[in-house]
């Protein structure tokens, strides 16, 4: 047995020893996109549908909130608070999660004020989650401070809370992107892959990173931005898979200018772009597959981009991995009804 592959089984071993329950149905199918493919100029292209993971319907979220929540269990906690956007996927799964453990959630948003109940913000809803928003204000560093100042006031009532920073990034729940690219080394066997997926809050993008470095040596991982400038992500992303790699006991773990990452295919979070609106609908023609206006649409209208500039090599496999957001695609109707209004015509009288 190679050096190399000791180190490997070694790696393997710390992370089945790190808690963990279980929330998502694993392992996500590996989906072929031919047509997709083709339209694109690709030799193959691959959809690893992380949005059937099953929690609240589906997303990335479910596999970091399973190490989030055996801390949270072996703390004995009593009530789970988090934050996010209005229609925040990690919000809502954070609420699924809890509810399934028979613990009481709360989560602070940020945003404008609503007139109605759609998406995401729905399910939270469904899910008896207790909500404050600040209006019209979604600075991360905001909603935080206002989740530690209930947490204080939970903590004076007797009550065990626990906090999860921003999209569930920690070194911890980062974990579960390692795992994930060990389940896709496995789906897509050995050789050269390239990766491209979404980055908001940067923890998917760090496990990704970490576990193709031990899973996938030969693969390439790219960030699309939904939110942040590419050297805020690389600096984020260092930072997270330096703690993850800390979890599991490495000595080195991937730095900032080895992070590739593009930050063109956003204009601000949460708002659905002309070439996000053309991924969505492009997908969904040619594939049948649904992608959302504030994540995966946005991150496939980059893949498309890089795809058609040759940024992407052609001739090498390309994964493009769902992280969810299903839901929210229902609180963006406006958005779509000038094409509802040319595709819905009156049945013709005989």
Known sequence: MTPA???LIHIEERLERVPRVALADLPTPLQDAPRLARNLGLSRLFIKRDDRTGLAMGGNKARKLEFDFAEIVGQQCDVVLTIGGLQSNHAVMTAAAARRLGLDI?????GPEQSAFQGNLLLDVLLGAELRVLKDNDRNEDLATAMEDWAEELRKAGRR???IPVGGSTGL???GYVIAMRELARQTGPGQVQVVLAVGSCGTFAGAILGSRLFMPESRIIGISVSRSSDEIRRRT???????AGVLQLSTSPQEREIECY???HEAYGILTDSGREAILECAHLEGVLLDPVYTGKSM??????????ILDPAVPTV????GGLPILFAFEPEFRDLARRTILDFPHR
């Open 161 to 163: 809370p626990y906090t």
């Open 263 to 265: 930050d063109t295919y």
């Open 238 to 244: 260092a930072e997270l898979a330096k703690e993850c």
């Open 173 to 175: 729940g980062a974990l």
């Open 106 to 110: 709360k989560i602070v948003l940020g």
């Open 301 to 310: 209208a980059g893949l498309i981009d890089l795809a058609r500039r040759r």
């Open 320 to 323: 493009f991995i769902h992280t």
């Open 5 to 7: 592959m000791k180190s």
